[in-house]
Nanobody, 121 residues
Framework: QAQLVESGGGLVQPGGSLRLSCAPS????????MAWYRQAPGKQRELVAA???????NYSDSVKGRFTVSRDNAKNTAYLEMNSLKPEDTAVYYC???????????????WGQGTQVTVSS
């Protein structure tokens, strides 16, 4: 079964920008909610942003106004545009989504492997 694959992480200076992408590794039928989480060393995993298939969004207070979540339903791909990055944004970022593998089938919640984002001068 297809899993989720993130890309776009890296090292960036404070105030800089990065764009993360998340897409299934293989064929799927549809995706419901797509979300981004992050986990910093010694901290719990936290929700950063989420987007429904219809376009409704939800952001954590710490990233509002700086991060933008989007998705391309035709490509089954989600994006996280991160601007004005701060050192406290340093974390492993994970994609999470509900995947449906066949028409009428159930949704399965899946995680990506994570991508490291480091904000440092």
């Amino acid at each position: 079964q297809a899993q989720l694959v993130e890309s776009g992480g890296g090292l960036v200076q404070p105030g800089g920008s990065l764009r993360l992408s998340c897409a299934p590794s293989g064929s799927i039928f549809s995706i419901n909610i797509m979300a981004w989480y992050r986990q910093a060393p010694g901290k719990q995993r936290e929700l950063v942003a989420a987007m429904t298939r219809g376009g409704s969004t939800n952001y954590s207070d710490s990233v509002k106004g700086r991060f933008t979540v989007s998705r391309d339903n035709a490509k089954n791909t989600a994006y996280l545009e991160m601007n004005s990055l701060k050192p406290e944004d340093t974390a492993v970022y994970y994609c999470n989504a509900d995947l449906r593998y066949s028409s009428g089938g159930p949704y399965y919640n899946r995680w990506g492997q994570g991508t490291q984002v480091t904000v440092s001068s």
